[in-house]
């Protein structure tokens, strides 16, 4: 059990294109799911915790109007990258928490020509 | 807010030998600490985790020790295999009950030769 997926594993776009990324915990209901980046050979710094039915809650330094996060029901949360730079190009990873474990998607490889 | 540090940043040990990894924590409140195991491009795994009302777990060749009062935990690793090669997060957190963030450590990329 506790089974995270994300959509999708990877995604090429343009300069100023919006991109969403779909994150689904598959065999628990989750009303936390946080989202994350991963530069390589880095560490993972949280970006937000998105909570169902209410306004994700941002990290210092994250701008809310350029990573949306919609968790619109207890098994998917989805993050949009709008108007991508190169600079958004990353690793980007979901967790959804279950009790007191986060479980982790397998992550989306995003990159920005 | 809570800081993680994480040592040492690289570890090569011959296979069986036993590997240590080792994390200091700042908040004293946290009560929650997980380790996470990724491999190259995958997503992270939690092997084991530990709560702040025991000392030690066990879980057959990894075990985790927590010292509350120094705010330090380990990982160790005995018998270590090739397949044990990865990099190791540790992660801590205040868990209340209600919705509560990883800080997570910088990471020990964990080397196991033959």
């Known amino acids: 059990g506790a089974v995270v997926s994300q959509h999708p594993s990877w995604v090429i776009c343009k300069s100023g294109t919006s991109v969403k990324i779909e994150c689904r915990s598959l065999?628990?209901?989750?009303?936390?799911m946080f989202w994350y980046r991963q530069f390589p050979k880095q560490s993972l710094m949280l970006m937000a915790t998105?909570?169902?039915?209410?306004?994700?809650?941002?990290e210092q330094g994250v701008e809310k109007d350029k990573f949306l996060i919609n968790h619109a029901s207890l098994t998917l949360s989805t993050l949009t990258v709008t108007s991508a730079h190169p600079e958004d190009s990353s690793f980007y990873i979901c967790?959804?928490?279950?009790?007191?474990?986060?479980?982790f998607g397998p992550g989306t490889r995003l990159t920005v020509t | 807010g809570e800081n993680v540090e994480q040592h040492p940043s690289t570890l090569s040990v011959q296979e069986g030998d036993s590997a240590v990894i080792k994390c200091t924590y700042s908040?004293?409140?946290?009560?929650?600490f997980p380790w996470y195991k990724q491999e190259l491009g995958k997503r992270p795994q939690l092997i084991i985790d530990?709560?702040?009302?025991?000392g030690e777990k066990k879980d057959q060749r990894i075990a985790v020790t927590l010292n509350k009062t120094a705010k330090h935990f380990s990982l160790h690793i005995t018998e270590t295999q090739p397949e044990d090669s990865a990099v190791y997060f540790c992660?801590?957190?205040?868990?209340?009950?209600?919705?509560?963030?990883?800080?997570f450590g910088t990471g020990t990329r964990l080397q196991v030769t033959l």
């Open positions: 992660a801590a957190s205040l868990e209340t009950g209600t919705a509560s963030k990883l800080t």
């Open positions: 065999d628990f209901q989750a009303t936390t």
């Open positions: 998105s909570n169902e039915g209410s306004k994700a809650t941002y």
């Open positions: 908040d004293s409140a946290s009560n929650y």
């Open positions: 967790s959804a928490r279950r009790a007191l474990e986060q479980y």
């Open positions: 530990i709560r702040s009302n025991v």
